[in-house]
């Protein structure tokens, strides 16, 4: 994190659906990532579906807590696409999804996941390919069991690091950029609304814009 955006996130409400929403899924809005998760308070996931419903990303609420729900946002198309690549497929396989449509890969997903916090089963984590992860270091993390890694930032990298490395800062720039517009006073859908403009203007900048 910035200095400058440090500076920023000090007068916002860090805990509101707006904030988690640029804190979180900047790359998603930005059109670098197919998706992203939401941690959010208790009822805060409807907030976001209002902010999202003239889009195109979709919202699975996985699982709630008694204190948080889990939502994840996505685009439908480039989700499917992501997990009928190959790589990702044999995983999937691997961990027992017999359904490889997107509504029973989640479905199956979201089963899993709440087996595993009733303390019913291991963690998935095939998480990582919902959250738009390559597969190969998806695959990397599970063999490796988290150690060894090349590199980490939003995950954790087996495969080609400098790739991933420059695709990181784009990824913090186009956080910096959502923090910005919501401590000038950008409401949330003001700031969906400008999400293709940010996405434009990362893609022509240079990619070492944040440190």
Known sequence: MT???????????????????????APLLAGLKCANLLILRKGQSCRIRHFVIHTNISGYLFYQSKEQEFLLLYRAGELEAHLSQPEA???????????????????????RYRAYRMGQGSFPHEMGLFLGYPPEDVQGFMEHQGENCLCAGYWKVYVHAAEKEVLFRKFDAAKERLVRMLAAGAHAEEMMESSIFIQKSIDGCDSSIVQ
């Open 89 to 111: 497929g044999r995983i999937l396989g691997r961990m027992g999804y017999p359904d490889q449509s997107l509504c029973g890969l989640l479905d199956t997903f979201g089963k």
């Open 3 to 25: 200095k400058e955006l440090f500076d920023f996130m000090k007068h916002l409400d860090i805990q509101s659906a707006e904030v988690q929403l640029a804190l979180r899924c």
